[in-house]
């Protein structure tokens, strides 16, 4: 009923940048809240960032001065900006959103993640 086309991951040296975007499309009525997860191999995914409708950010101690989320109603998009990336920020990002669908049911969607890996 939902789906996200997520981009922009890639290989950064320590110290850059990277932004994220997830366009979600489908049965939307209403996304509440749209952000991003992330997953380190061996580790469970934790929050990265989210925003809701109302654009109330929300993000981990991990990431807060060096990553930034934003988000475009209109075109049901939310877009990370990270910077100074450091090695512990290697994951796969998960774009994650919750969403009412036009049947009126609400439920949590996610994308298929995107690869951010932090390496010299």
């Known amino acids: 009923q939902v789906q996200f086309v997520e981009s922009g991951g890639g290989l950064v040296q320590p110290g850059g940048s990277l932004r994220l975007s997830c366009v979600a499309s489908?049965?939307?009525?209403?996304?509440?809240?749209m952000g991003w997860y992330r997953q380190a191999p061996g580790k469970q995914r934790e929050l990265v960032a989210d925003v809701n409708s109302a654009g109330s950010a929300n993000s981990a101690d991990s990431v807060k001065g060096r990553f930034t989320i934003s988000r475009d109603n209109a075109k049901n998009t939310v877009y990370l900006q990270m910077n100074s990336l450091k090695p512990e920020d290697t994951a796969v990002y998960y774009c994650?959103?919750?969403?009412?669908?036009?049947?009126?049911?609400?439920?949590?969607?996610w994308g298929r993640g995107t690869q951010v890996t932090v390496s010299s």
């Open positions: 994650h959103a919750v969403v009412q669908t036009t049947n009126g049911r609400v439920g949590d969607y």
């Open positions: 489908g049965s939307i009525f209403s996304i509440l809240v």
